[in-house]
Every structure is written in structure tokens, then in C-alpha cells.
């Protein structure tokens, strides 16, 4: 369902795939718009959810199994959005979160062979009715990806080492490419895929003119405008 107020973007693919450098971008384009545009990420984007991020990615919950960091995810979303998401989109801010749901759903109900049911059960605790406005999904072939991100850990080797899902295998950034591409194919409303090996301004540019289609379209459906659909 999308929300009444403001405009909620997520951002969604692999390692690699340059989703940084496109919210990066995104909230310039738009802020050059006069939109009032707020960044944020998952795992974290609130103290709470920063706190559970460290514990995630650093592999400390690793060794109590998949479901445990399954409801480590969901929790810290569950902050996030109570914290930072629904109280920026009350104000009618545009929201470009780094990773939401989908990755739950990847990551840990395809990779990590969660069930469907512990899956949804988690979705509804978690955020409810809350989901993105639009979801961009950044295309990319598991290789390229990886030697992307692996390059990107390379240069930044002093200050940040790689997290225990970058070492993982190509053959699980294969399955994760397609759980995303699953994703977007059951859910053509939400979703739009993006080639992620264009270079950087043309995908700039794609992105940019899917998300003012969107806030169009919100701006035109009764009830539904805020900020974002209003300027
Ligand atoms: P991060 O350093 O933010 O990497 P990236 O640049 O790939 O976004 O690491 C986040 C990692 O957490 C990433 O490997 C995906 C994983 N993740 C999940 O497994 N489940 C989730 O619900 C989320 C939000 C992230």
C-alpha cells in the first residue's frame, strides 16, 4: 500500500550494483526540484537499528542461524520506520532508503531458505502496511557486481573491511539477482528494474524521470498528495 503523505523510495540490488552513488544522486536531482528529501539505510537509518546494523554485518548474530538475523532484520526495520521513515513522510518529505523489505525477502527467504511463512509473519510485524512507494531495482550480472564491490573493498580496505555477505559466493549473487527480478515481475506496480551497466548519468537520468512519473501520478490520485506530490 502506499503511503498518504510524501513519497517513499527504495532501492534495491547486489553489492556493486552503484545504488549509493543513484540515491546520491536522486535526492540532488530532486532537492534541485525544492523537494525536501531525506537519505536513510538498511540495516539502520535510527540509533536503535544502527545498533542492531553493527551486530548483523559484523557476524556476531551469524553464529546463532539464519532466523535469528532474519528477526534482527525485522526489528531494525521495524525502528527505522517508526523512528525515521513514517514520521519523514508524515511531514511529506521524499524518502530514498538504501535496501528495505526486498532484501529481507532475498538475502533471507531466498539465500537464506527462510519459510514463507515465518517470512510474512515477520512483513507484518514489521511494517505493517508500510511499504514503498516505488522500489528501484539496480540490475546487475552477478560478476560484474562482485568485481565491482570487491574493487570498492579494495580501496577502501582501511577503513571498511568487507562485510560476511560480500564474501559469499557468485552462485548466491546469481540466485540473489533473481530473487530481486522475481520480485519485480510479481510486483510491476511498485517495481521498475534498472540497467545497472549503463553509466552512472544515464541511469541518473532513468531514475529521475521514473520517480517524478511517480509523484506525478501520486499528485493526481485524490487523498494522496503531500509535499512530494504537491511541488
Ligand atoms: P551494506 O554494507 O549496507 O551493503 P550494500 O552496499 O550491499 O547495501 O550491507 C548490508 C548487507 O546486509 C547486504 O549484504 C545485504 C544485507 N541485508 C540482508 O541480508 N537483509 C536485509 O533485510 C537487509 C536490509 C540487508
Request: charge should be neutral; charged fraction near 25%.
Amino acid at each position: 500500500m502506499a503511503t498518504a503523505r510524501g513519497l517513499f523510495v527504495s532501492f534495491e540490488g547486489g553489492e556493486g550494483a552503484g545504488k549509493s552513488t543513484q540515491i546520491r544522486l536522486l535526492a540532488e536531482n530532486l532537492r534541485a526540484k525544492g523537494h525536501t528529501v531525506i537519505t536513510t539505510r538498511e540495516p539502520g537509518g535510527s540509533p536503535g537499528a544502527e545498533a542492531l546494523r553493527h551486530v548483523l554485518l559484523s557476524g556476531a548474530a551469524e553464529a546463532f542461524g539464519v532466523r535469528m538475523e532474519a528477526l534482527l532484520f525485522a526489528a531494525a526495520r521495524a525502528d527505522h520506520l517508526d523512528c525515521v521513515i513514517r514520521p519523514a513522510l508524515a511531514r511529506g518529505d521524499i524518502v530514498l532508503c538504501d535496501r528495505f523489505v526486498d532484501s529481507s525477502r532475498v538475502y533471507q527467504g531466498v539465500t537464506g531458505n527462510i519459510e514463507p511463512l515465518l517470512m510474512a509473519a515477520l512483513e507484518r510485524v514489521s511494517i505493517g502496511t508500510t511499504m514503498p512507494d516505488v522500489t528501484l531495482v539496480l540490475d546487475l550480472s552477478a560478476d560484474v557486481g562482485l568485481q565491482r564491490a570487491r574493487k570498492r573493498a579494495g580501496e577502501e580496505a582501511a577503513t571498511a573491511a568487507p562485510d560476511r555477505f560480500e564474501k559469499e559466493k557468485l552462485e548466491i549473487h546469481e540466485k540473489r539477482r533473481q530473487g530481486f527480478l522475481d520480485i519485480a515481475s510479481r510486483e510491476p506496480e511498485r517495481c521498475r528494474v534498472i540497467d545497472a551497466s549503463l553509466d552512472q548519468t544515464r541511469i541518473a537520468s532513468g531514475i529521475l524521470s521514473e520517480v517524478l512519473q511517480v509523484i506525478t501520478r501520486k499528485a493526481a490520485t485524490p487523498g494522496d498528495g503531500g509535499q512530494a506530490a504537491r511541488s
